[in-house]
């Protein structure tokens, strides 16, 4: 496997080396830059172990460059930016576990003993900066072999690396499905699976949020469903989602069976990704942020963490539901209600943020079947615009959504339906230039009502602003104030108001 071409050509590797030769220490880059190089994948993260001081040699380099460096002294680490770049110092170091804790011992290295407590292979080869060697490749444990052969493996035994530091386990699972392409796919050999498996109850020394770290990741990738088969395979994934797990297998009654839910939320997730990597390319997602109570608009250009979840948690609320009818066979009626119940207690539990982010994925779990009924049903300008209404700015997220949702083992059928959805989505559009519903305000405001009927703050204005809002959607009035003032004055004689 050949290098990319000037892997080392950024002047920083200069300017560290000659830093290192005047302090008298030795410094390498490791870890994921390395392998990144390897792989010809661009990397803006650079790590550079030092047989000594890191914080030292990064304030050294600091002071070359100009500049700021950020010391984490807990940790004996130090960063600096340099033209966009992020690098990262710190010193060689060996480490001790025990039994019921996180916390290493650590202690003063070589880069031997550094390379030994890395997690993988692939992330312990390491490139000299030395004047005599520079750019030489470190490689101990066949890391080199081990990426072309697309093997995550431990340097050392796994259940010594998965036991000293159980977060290397879904690490494993995040690698195999970031590093994972349609030409090479990239395994975890039968003795670290196997390791994975009896090391799990380690998992319990972990905090949520380093957990969430790494699933968060693996959801972001180009195909998320690669590592959440290995997260259930493993037995990770009842110990970090067990509402997921509980999707998996399928119940049969007189003959009839119902869809396999575990593999279907796999499929949609991914479809979810392939189809939001199609529209980032072609500009056509927008994100919509608040600051300072003013909306700003935003072409995406990254995947949208908070839409995966969705994705994910689309379908939580099918096992509550389920049900057997003789006539009819398997129905998951109301799933997506209780769904939406299910996402606010899975966020805490999972220390998952509980503002607008899972507000955003309450709200598309929610909604996720509105536009597949419209598939099947009449598309008429009423429903289309109480669909509008319902989703606002996120319309756009669930119809990618509810696209990706559309699975079957039936090509045809899976045709049939996406066309009829096209139908839809250019009815949306066709509604949302017309009458302008999403993100829609009533036009008859709270504090217009007790102005002209000289009322205080009661439920009659509620009832009032109700009233109006249905005429809208329903269209038996535009989208205007003139039309809504009307209507609303119409409505306040019927329930006895008299103007002031």
């Given at each position: 496997?050949?290098?990319?071409?000037?892997?080392?050509?950024?002047?920083?590797?200069?300017?560290?080396?000659?830093?290192?030769?005047?302090?008298?220490?030795?410094?390498?880059?490791?870890?994921?830059?390395?392998?990144?190089?390897?792989?010809?994948?661009?990397?803006?993260?650079?790590?550079i172990?030092?047989?000594?001081?890191?914080?030292?040699l990064?304030?050294?380099?600091?002071?070359?460059?100009?500049?700021?460096?950020?010391?984490?002294?807990?940790?004996?680490?130090?960063?600096?930016?340099?033209?966009?770049?992020?690098?990262?110092?710190?010193?060689?170091?060996?480490?001790?576990?025990?039994?019921?804790?996180?916390?290493?011992?650590?202690?003063?290295?070589?880069?031997?003993?550094?390379?030994?407590?890395?997690?993988?292979?692939?992330?312990?080869?390491?490139?000299?900066?030395?004047?005599?060697?520079?750019?030489?490749?470190?490689?101990?444990?066949?890391?080199?072999?081990?990426?072309?052969?697309?093997?995550?493996?431990?340097?050392?035994?796994?259940?010594?690396?998965?036991?000293?530091?159980?977060?290397?386990?879904?690490?494993?699972?995040?690698?195999?499905?970031?590093?994972?392409?349609?030409?090479?796919?990239?395994?975890?050999?039968?003795?670290?699976?196997?390791?994975?498996?009896?090391?799990?109850?380690?998992?319990?020394?972990?905090?949520?949020?380093?957990?969430?770290?790494?699933?968060?990741?693996?959801?972001?990738?180009?195909?998320?469903?690669?590592?959440?088969?290995?997260?259930?395979?493993?037995?990770?994934?009842?110990?970090i989602?067990?509402?997921?797990?509980?999707?998996?297998?399928?119940?049969t009654?007189?003959?009839?069976?119902?869809?396999?839910?575990?593999?279907?939320?796999?499929?949609?997730?991914?479809?979810v990704?392939l189809?939001?990597?199609?529209?980032?390319?072609?500009?056509?997602?927008?994100?919509?942020?608040?600051?300072?109570?003013?909306?700003t608009?935003?072409?995406?250009?990254?995947?949208?963490?908070?839409?995966?979840?969705?994705?994910?948690?689309?379908?939580?609320?099918?096992?509550?539901?389920?049900?057997?009818?003789?006539?009819?066979?398997?129905?998951?009626?109301?799933?997506?209600?209780?769904?939406?119940?299910?996402?606010?207690?899975?966020?805490?539990?999972?220390?998952?943020?509980?503002?607008?982010?899972?507000?955003?994925?309450?709200?598309?779990?929610?909604?996720?079947?509105?536009?597949?009924?419209?598939?099947?049903?009449?598309?008429?300008?009423?429903?289309?615009?109480?669909?509008?209404?319902?989703?606002?700015?996120?319309?756009?997220?669930?119809?990618?959504?509810?696209?990706?949702?559309?699975?079957?083992?039936?090509?045809?059928?899976?045709?049939?339906?996406?066309?009829?959805?096209?139908t839809?989505?250019?009815?949306?559009?066709?509604?949302?230039?017309?009458?302008?519903?999403?993100?829609?305000?009533?036009?008859?405001?709270?504090?217009?009502?007790?102005?002209?009927?000289?009322?205080?703050?009661?439920?009659?204005?509620?009832?009032?602003?109700?009233?109006?809002?249905?005429?809208?959607?329903?269209?038996?009035?535009?989208?205007t104030?003139?039309?809504?003032?009307?209507?609303?004055?119409?409505?306040?004689l019927?329930?006895?108001?008299?103007?002031?």
């Amino acid at each position: 496997m050949a290098i990319t071409q000037g892997f080392l050509d950024n002047r920083i590797f200069q300017i560290v080396s000659e830093a290192a030769e005047s302090k008298g220490v030795r410094a390498f880059v490791i870890g994921g830059y390395v392998r990144d190089c390897f792989l010809g994948r661009q990397s803006k993260d650079i790590d550079i172990v030092v047989e000594g001081s890191g914080i030292e040699l990064a304030e050294l380099v600091g002071r070359t460059t100009g500049s700021n460096v950020s010391v984490f002294k807990n940790f004996g680490t130090a960063m600096l930016r340099y033209h966009g770049v992020e690098i990262e110092f710190v010193g060689a170091r060996k480490e001790s576990y025990r039994r019921d804790s996180r916390k290493p011992i650590v202690e003063d290295g070589t880069l031997e003993d550094d390379q030994q407590r890395r997690d993988f292979t692939i992330n312990a080869m390491a490139f000299s900066l030395q004047k005599e060697d520079f750019g030489a490749l470190v490689d101990p444990f066949g890391g080199i072999k081990d990426l072309n052969d697309g093997i995550i493996r431990t340097p050392l035994d796994p259940d010594t690396t998965y036991s000293d530091d159980p977060l290397r386990m879904i690490r494993a699972i995040r690698f195999a499905t970031k590093l994972s392409t349609d030409e090479r796919k990239f395994i975890i050999v039968p003795e670290s699976l196997e390791s994975i498996r009896r090391n799990k109850g380690r998992m319990s020394i972990l905090s949520k949020e380093r957990i969430i770290d790494e699933l968060n990741k693996i959801l972001v990738c180009d195909r998320p469903s690669i590592g959440f088969r290995l997260l259930e395979d493993t037995g990770l994934l009842e110990y970090i989602l067990p509402q997921l797990s509980k999707l998996k297998g399928v119940e049969t009654m007189e003959g009839k069976g119902h869809k396999e839910n575990f593999s279907h939320t796999l499929e949609v997730l991914d479809n979810v990704a392939l189809f939001e990597k199609e529209a980032i390319s072609g500009g056509r997602l927008k994100d919509y942020l608040f600051e300072d109570g003013v909306e700003t608009e935003r072409v995406r250009t990254e995947p949208f963490l908070w839409l995966r979840w969705a994705a994910l948690l689309h379908d939580i609320g099918k096992p509550a539901s389920k049900r057997y009818d003789s006539k009819i066979g398997w129905t998951f009626h109301g799933h997506e209600v209780i769904g939406a119940r299910m996402i606010p207690k899975i966020f805490q539990s999972m220390k998952l943020p509980l503002n607008e982010k899972m507000k955003y994925v309450q709200k598309l779990v929610g909604l996720h079947l509105r536009p597949i009924a419209l598939v099947t049903e009449e598309v008429t300008d009423s429903a289309v615009r109480r669909l509008l209404f319902d989703a606002g700015n996120d319309i756009d997220d669930l119809m990618l959504l509810c696209n990706a949702d559309i699975t079957s083992k039936n090509p045809r059928k899976v045709e049939r339906l996406r066309h009829n959805f096209e139908t839809v989505r250019n009815k949306l559009a066709e509604v949302e230039e017309k009458d302008a519903i999403r993100n829609w305000k009533n036009p008859v405001t709270g504090e217009y009502i007790m102005e002209v009927y000289g009322i205080p703050p009661c439920k009659e204005i509620g009832v009032l602003k109700e009233y109006v809002k249905n005429a809208i959607l329903d269209g038996e009035i535009g989208n205007t104030f003139e039309e809504a003032d009307a209507y609303m004055r119409i409505k306040a004689l019927e329930m006895g108001l008299a103007i002031k």
